[in-house]
């Protein structure tokens, strides 16, 4: 005899569309329960098919399937068995042949399936050379051009570059200068949605960990990445006019005026940690020096309140001492 919940999979592709609707909504329901999703968890290959074909319907059967799909995706088991069948592709094709307003919800899901290698290497198609790159070409442009203003469904698409670029692979499609994507994400640091902002600086924060090969790559872009890099740990102190002469124009505008504060430490944290990563190469440090760089960081250290980013300053400061034999006062409180 049946069980209630496999009753209640079948009614998923029930013919009757209350029937249906009625289903994928106690289903979008019970994944929100952490009990419940390891009850789920246990039909899985038969669910998740259901789950997936109902993605192309109408709104109201849609949505609560999708949503269904990003919280079941929370255990790495079940996304792991989503990218084995597919779902990679799947949200490709919801995204951009048709999504009836459910791409925030696809890109989630995308989100949640690419902190799995697995489904970062599907999503960089990297069994196919001809199609290697182009979903992820596809979502920088996405999120690099959909407004903040309707919605943003791509918001969270800088979490997937985040994950992208946890792998080596990844990182280096993304540094590809052919392609000209670390620019295109790096003007997203200007974005007013702090969700936004975050993912770019995780990104650039992973990409700087091919400094040691690709840094003339990472430092084509340096009129993005300096600003997008010293602004959040500047401090808070209007700039002097020599101290800003020695940057370049569009870094020394930023500080010379007021200007919003970068609150979360965690990026603060990441652009030091990226700083480091830049200037433990030599040619990194050449660059950091031109344009006024140790002045940035030791005003802002003086500003700084949390000991996990004082920390991160201290390590980039000990590394320029070193390097350049005490040319930069270490950092600490002004006397």
């Known amino acids: 005899m049946a069980t209630e919940l496999e009753e209640l999979i079948d009614f998923l592709s029930s013919p009757s569309p ?58 790495s088991d079940l996304a792991g068995k ?8 799947t949200c490709m094709d919801v ?14 899901l995308l989100v949640n399936l690419t902190q799995l290698n697995a489904g970062v290497s599907s999503l960089l198609q990297t069994e196919d050379e001809k199609m290697f790159g182009l979903y992820v070409m596809k979502l920088v442009r996405s999120f690099c051009t959909t407004s903040e203003k309707l919605g943003d469904p791509f918001e969270h698409a800088g979490f997937i570059l985040v994950n992208i670029s946890k792998l080596g692979a990844g990182r280096k499609f993304l540094l590809d200068t052919r392609r000209g994507l670390l620019k295109q994400i790096l003007r997203q640091f200007d974005a007013t949605s702090p969700i936004r902002r975050k993912g770019v600086s995780g990104t650039i924060h992973n ?45 020394g505008i ?6 919003e504060l970068v ?28 344009i006024n760089g140790p002045r940035i960081l030791q005003l802002g250290y003086e500003d700084e309140e949390s000991p996990q980013v004082m920390e991160a300053y201290e390590r980039v400061g000990a590394l320029l001492i070193e390097s350049n034999g005490m040319e930069v006062q270490p950092f600490g409180p002004s006397p």
């Open 263 to 290: 609150s979360d430490p965690e990026i603060r944290v990441q652009a030091l940690e990226a700083i480091y990563l830049i200037v433990l190469q030599e040619a990194g440090r050449r660059a950091f020096w031109s």
């Open 207 to 251: 990409c700087c960990f091919e400094a040691e090969t690709l840094l003339p790559n990472i430092l084509l872009a340096s009129e993005f990445l300096w600003p997008a890099l010293l602004l959040p740990v500047a401090g808070n102190k209007v700039y002097k006019e020599e101290d800003t002469s020695k940057m370049p124009q569009e870094l």
């Open 18 to 75: 209350p029937v249906k609707r009625a289903a994928v909504d106690i289903v979008r329901g019970l994944t929100g329960s952490e009990d419940e999703l390891g009850s789920l968890g246990g039909y899985s290959s038969v669910l998740l098919p259901k789950l997936c074909a109902l993605l192309g319907e109408s709104k109201d059967v849609s949505e609560p399937a999708a949503q269904s799909l990003v919280n079941l995706s929370q255990k």
């Open 254 to 259: 930023a500080l010379s005026i007021e200007r």
């Open 82 to 89: 989503m990218v084995s069948m597919g779902m990679v592709k």
């Open 95 to 108: 995204l951009y042949k048709g999504s009836n307003g459910i791409e925030r919800l696809m890109v989630l």
